[in-house]
Each structure stands twice: as C-alpha cells, then as structure tokens.
C-alpha cells in the first residue's frame, strides 16, 4: 500500500489541490455581500483560503518539474511564492475564524493587524535564522510552514470551528433550522483539520517533532500520506459548504417575502390615509363649520366663545390628523437623516447633563440598504447608552461614532467615566435588555464592555444587505397620492 500511494502521489497532490480548488470556486459564485448573517458575510474569506491552499498544494507537484526547464533563479523564485501563498492561506482561515465568532470591530481589526504581523514575522523571521544557521531554502519553506501552521492554522481552524458551532443560533433565529445541522458537521471537520493540518507539518523544516508530529512518521504510522487525509476532509468539507450555501436561497426568499409584507403594509396605510382625509377629516372640519355658523347666531357672547373654543380644538385635530397622514408616507430612513438625528440627539444630551459629549459620522454616502425601522431603534439604543453613561459613569467625556460600510453599520458609544457598576453588569437591567433586543430586530450584535482604561463601552454592529432588490416605487405611490390631497 506504501508503494502504491508513492508511486501515485502526484496524482493525489493534483486531486488534493482540485478538493480545494472546487471548494473555494464553489463559495465564491454563490458569495453574496447582500446577507444579514455573520456565517454567509465571512465566507469570502474560507474561499480565499482555498483557493490559496489549492495553489500551494499544486505548486509542490509544479514547481519540481519546472527545475530542468527553468533557470534555477526563477525556481528558487518559485519555492519562495509557494512559501508565502501556503502561508497567506493560514492567515486567510484565521481571518475566517475571527470574523465568524462575532468579536466586536475594534477588537476584530487589532487581532487581525496582530495576525498579519505575525505572518510577516513568521517569514522574515524564517529568512533571518535561515541565514544564521545555513538552511537550505527547502528548509527554510518548511521552517516558515511549519511556524504558520502552529502559529496561523491551527487557532484559525479552532475559531473557524468554534464560530460555525455558534452560528447554529443565528441559523435558528433566521428561520433555517434544516441549514443548522451542515454547520455543526463543519464545524467538527474543521475540528479535525486543525488537528491533522494545524499539529503535523512537514518533515522538511530541521526542527520538526519527530513520530507522528511531522509528514513522514503520519505517513509510517498510517500506512497512507497525509495530503490524502486533508483532500478527504476538504471534499467533505466542500460537501458541506454547498449545503450551507443554500442559506442564499433562503435568504433571498425572505427579502422576496419582506417586499410582499411592505406593499401590503404601504397599502394599507394608503387605504386608511384616505379614510381619514376622506372620511373622518371632512366631517370634522363640516363639524366646524356648523358650530361656526351656530356662534355667528347666538347672541350670548359666552356661549359664542365656548363654541369657537370647540372649533379651534377640532382645528387643532384635524392639523394633527393631517400629520399623522404625512407620517404614514414619509420614506423609509436615509443615511443621512440617521446620522443628523443622533448627533442632535447627543447634541441635547450634552446640554440637559453637562456632560462632553461629541458625535462623530462617517461613511453615510457608501451604506447599503438599511433595515426595517432602523432609525428609531438606533436612537433608542444610543439615549438608552447615553442616559446609562449619565447615570453611571459619573463627571466623563462620552464619544459617540457611526460609521455606514457597503456592508456593515457601527454604532460605538465610549465613555471614560467608571463604568456599570458590578451587580448591573451581572444582571443587566430592563434597559440593557431591550437595547440586546433592539438590536436583535435590526439583524445585529450589541456588546457592552469596560473599556482597559476606564469606562465603558458601548458596540452595536449591524449588517447590510448591499445588494438587496430595489423597493419598488408602487409601493409607496398609494401614499404619495394621498398626501397630494
């Protein structure tokens, strides 16, 4: 069998490459920025990762064969881009698994400038003790291999795992309960392949564990290689990332769904605009009228002047029913008008406490389309943060950041007062509740968090749908139409 799987080991490194290759092709056609779940928003980067590693597997068949046809310059070229591609990928899962566990941005971006420095500094680092101690490039590709592994594969297979396990919930939430079971299955494979491909690395680098621990004492102990196991669990897990990628389907027939639920609910508001100004506005102001007439003839002046007390009552009644006609066709929230009503909102809220407080926006021009109802849950949740920084965080200076992506909104409160005290913190009260359910309804995460240096932190991350379907413009004609009268 050890003879066998020697004498075809090209043929499996090809197959090995093209279980990667598949999956990565496989993800990208079917990647969409237009999801509302962390799960489906993150799988650019485990196509990345595949189609990194389906390179660098093909490069360890490519490249030897290329030695009598090339100059040995560009050979040595070669063997120093598979390193740095072979690497990349580890660093690709990682950023995988980071996105997948659901850390707040801030926290999400320091980790992941840490991650690249520490694939730079594998590399770098690599080339200098190579230089030291006189490796050979060979050994310096599976020194700088075998360092990734540990260092980049092995905790972005452990997150990736750990994140696809915690998804089930957010699967479950979004109504695809059959979609729930492909994600734990990945998450086990993942498992196992940080295991077999985050623990054994290749018997090339000089200071590789012995046994089991590098390619070649797998290869004595199993009786067949290792690109063989991590082809098969790649095809597995391939298996299984087409399953999931039926979440795309589901979600597109919730947002088809969404736009029959918002022409029925646009009709209805237009149906019950007209019964208000056809309907009950006329008889009142015709109510008004009658009782006009009724005080020109009466001769006592106080009774004239109760009845056009009554008479500017029914004005003012009919001016808010007017108004609230207005209200049932003003156009779903904008950027922009978000954006003015929280900074006045912080605005007012610096004035009534004397607390420093400052707003800043950035990016209204590139969001994607909001959700449902956006702005008035988004300043609830920012007076709620406020009024929790007044009360708790004492004399403070409150910073208040929004930031619109093509994908993403961020809502960041920060104070650097002393922060919710302990028994809040372990038992949230009424308020932080309904601020995790508020964002619940926009499809997002809210974390609150003591900041290292004092105070507290406030992160509210909501996705965008960047390439939902246009609202059609009948929905809202039947209010337009209203309102003309």
């Given amino acids: 069998m050890r003879t066998f799987f020697e004498q075809n080991r090209d043929i499996i490194l090809v197959a090995h490459g093209l279980v990667w290759f598949a ?9 969409r920025r237009a999801t509302r779940l962390t799960l ?22 490519f490249v030897p064969i290329q030695q009598d046809v090339l100059d040995p310059g560009i050979v040595q070229g070669l063997i120093i881009l598979r390193a740095i591609i072979q690497t990349a990928a580890f660093l690709a899962l990682l950023q995988f698994g980071l996105r997948l566990i659901g850390l707040p941005a801030m926290r999400r971006r320091v980790l992941t400038a840490v991650s690249v420095a520490l694939w730079a500094g594998i590399l770098l680092g690599g080339a200098a003790l190579a230089e030291h101690l006189g490796w050979t490039l060979k050994e310096w590709e599976g020194s700088v291999e075998a360092a990734a ?20 919930d957010e699967l479950g939430v979004a109504g695809m309960t059959a979609i729930r079971p492909y994600a734990a299955w990945a998450a086990a494979v993942l498992a196992f392949y940080a295991l077999v491909s985050g623990l054994i690395v290749e018997s090339a680098a000089p200071w590789a564990p012995g046994g089991i621990g590098n390619s070649d004492g797998f290869f004595d102990a199993a009786g067949f290689p290792l690109d063989a196991l991590r082809g098969l669990l790649g095809l597995v897990l391939c298996v299984l990332a087409v399953k999931l990628l039926e979440i795309f389907e589901v ?57 056009r007390a009554v008479v ?25 008008s978000i954006a003015t ?70 809502l960041t409160v920060v104070d650097d007062g002393c922060g919710l005290p302990g028994p809040a913190a372990a038992a949230p009260g009424q308020g932080l509740r309904n601020m995790h359910d508020r964002a619940r309804r926009l499809g997002g995460r ?10 507290t932190r406030v992160a509210l991350a909501v996705p965008l749908d960047s390439e939902s379907p246009e609202l059609d413009p009948s929905i809202l004609s039947p209010l337009t139409e209203v309102s003309a009268r």
């Avoid at 799988?43 to 360890?60: C, K, M, N, Q, S």
């Avoid at 979600?251 to 009950?280: P, Y």
């Avoid at 009552?313 to 001016?319: C, G, Y």
């Fill in 251 to 307: 979600e597109t027939k919730q947002r088809l769904e969404a736009l029959d639920r918002a022409r029925a609910v646009a009709e209805e508001r237009a149906r019950f605009g007209r019964d208000l100004h056809d309907g009950t506005i006329q008889s009142l102001y015709a109510a008004g009228l009658h009782l006009e007439a009724v005080a020109i003839r009466t001769e006592e002046r106080s009774v004239r002047d109760e009845v």
């Fill in 446 to 455: 809210l974390v609150v968090e003591p900041v290292p240096r004092g105070g």
């Fill in 149 to 168: 592994r540990y260092g980049l594969l092995l905790p972005g297979a452990i997150l990736s795992a750990i994140g696809l396990w915690r998804q089930r």
């Fill in 312 to 336: 500017s009552s029914l004005d003012e009644a009919i001016t808010a029913l007017r108004g609230y006609i207005r209200a049932l066709r003003q156009p779903p929230c904008s950027p922009a």
């Fill in 341 to 410: 009503n929280l900074r006045e909102l912080t605005r007012r809220f610096a004035g009534e406490t004397g607390l420093r407080a400052d707003f800043h926006a950035e990016g209204v021009g590139a969001a994607g389309p909001l959700p449902d109802e956006a702005g008035q849950h988004l300043e609830q949740i920012l007076r709620e943060a406020l009024a929790n920084a007044a009360r708790h965080a004492g004399p403070c200076a409150v910073h208040v950041i929004l930031a619109f992506q093509p994908d993403e909104l961020d």
């Fill in 40 to 61: 489906t928003s993150s799988l650019i980067w485990l196509a990345t990762f595949a189609f990194l590693e389906a390179l660098a597997v093909w490069g360890v068949y």
């Fill in 23 to 31: 999956l990565g092709f496989a993800v990208w056609l079917q990647r």
